[in-house]
């Protein structure tokens, strides 16, 4: 057994940990670039922090999906404003504008060079120039991982610059900050978290050190995800949340993901959903397909065993198996009111496009079975709705 292990040079989780940032900065550099999620009122309390400590911040908003063109554009604002530190504070979509940021301060070219499948796929030559991570948000943990995920307009798909310069100096995780969140973007982030700790924890990959990092996240978001969703200011779920986020994070970065993260690339750039949306509505039905493909192609494959453990996790119940889990995730879904895809633009004509692009996307390649054209257009069909 061979494991490898990669995050961000430090985290800082905790109530109020937001408040450090100015600190934080000031040992990195002393010209910030700074970009925000698409309400910069959520966080004109952390900016006014940096400039009380006259480290006159240069702000950039990400409003939606982040773009190759948002990224380039932030990109060359922040070589104007000689930036020597980034900072992304929001979302996914700000943290990962963020980490494409500040690799392009330090690497020729153009942010195309180094995307995957759509873009030439060349590896960062330079460490990126020091980027700190401070989500708003619970459910990507892309303040640990190695990858910017970017949307292409003109291909109609999310894809990554990939590498492990992407990894953020300092990760900054602060509760406090997720309070603000609407039930909406609540359940979407969280079953984006709940999706990748599922996923890492039976992926091809997965490992003693990231199980162990799976099994303690599935604990928080199975006991909290829908209470946080239903009461906002409930502390003690915002913070399990949080956690679970970081773990899921901590886990897909180092063990990898699978076939719902697979789909949720193309479909990202094909309709007009949250990332979180898709996971959701997707994951159940992936959890199905890839218990019958065990079970029909590997019997004796002990990732069956793993998906009665998420099934016990989630449940509570010590003798629950595999449908189980797939019940209760479905059972949550219902409860968060998430809308099928059919409501976010899909069709069955996209289905041929979405499974072509899936079985490319680098997520798939985690998933614990190869499934066929048929199974994967019968996920599609069964989450249309």
């Known amino acids: 057994m061979r494991i490898e292990f990669a995050t961000a040079n430090r985290i800082v989780f905790g109530p109020g940990v937001a408040a450090e940032l100015p600190q934080v900065i000031a040992s990195l550099g002393d010209r910030p670039f700074v970009l925000t999620g698409g309400t910069p009122e959520r966080y004109e309390h952390i900016v006014k922090l940096l400039t009380e400590a006259n480290l006159e911040p240069i702000t950039f908003g990400v409003r939606g999906e982040p773009t190759t063109k948002t990224a380039s554009a932030a990109a060359a604002t922040a070589r104007k404003a000689r930036a020597d530190v980034v900072v992304g504070i929001g979302g996914g979509s700000a943290i990962d504008a963020g980490k494409a940021v500040a690799a392009m301060l330090t690497n020729e070219g153009s942010i195309e060079d180094y995307l995957e499948v759509v873009g030439l796929g060349k590896t960062l030559r330079n460490r990126a120039a020091p980027y700190i991570a401070v989500p708003s948000t619970a459910g990507t943990g ?8 970017l949307l292409v307009r003109e291909h109609r798909v999310k894809v990554s610059m990939r590498s492990p310069f992407l990894l953020p100096e300092v990760a900054l995780v602060d509760p406090l900050l997720t309070h603000s969140m ?8 969280g079953l984006d978290a709940l999706t990748q700790l ?7 990959k997965a490992n003693p050190l990231t199980d162990g990092i799976c ?47 697979g789909f949720a690339g193309p479909l990202g750039g094909m309709i007009e959903a949250p990332h979180g949306a898709i996971c959701g509505k997707l994951l159940p039905h992936v959890m199905a397909a890839n218990v019958k493909a065990l079970q029909d192609r590997a019997a004796g494959s002990p990732v069956l065993a793993r998906f009665d453990e998420v099934a016990r996790i989630a449940t509570g119940n010590r003798s629950a198996c595999a449908s189980d889990g797939v019940a209760w995730v479905e059972n949550l879904c219902g409860a968060l009111a998430l809308p099928g895809l059919r409501r976010h633009g899909l069709t069955e004509a996209d289905f041929p496009t979405a499974v072509a692009q899936a079985k490319k996307a680098s997520s798939m390649k ?16 069964a989450a249309m709705d």
């Open 215 to 261: 099994r303690e996240g599935l604990c928080c978001a199975a006991r909290s995800l829908r209470r946080a969703f239903e009461d906002g200011d409930d502390a003690t779920a915002r913070e399990d949340m949080a956690l679970a986020a970081l773990f899921s994070g901590l886990a897909l970065a180092n063990a990898g993901l699978g076939a719902v993260h």
């Open 182 to 189: 609407s039930p909406d973007v609540t359940a979407a982030t």
């Open 366 to 381: 985690g998933n614990p079975i190869e499934l066929h054209d048929d199974e994967l257009a019968t996920i599609l069909s």
């Open 198 to 204: 599922i996923e890492a924890f039976v992926t091809k």
């Open 142 to 149: 892309a303040e640990v991982t190695r990858n910017a995920v």
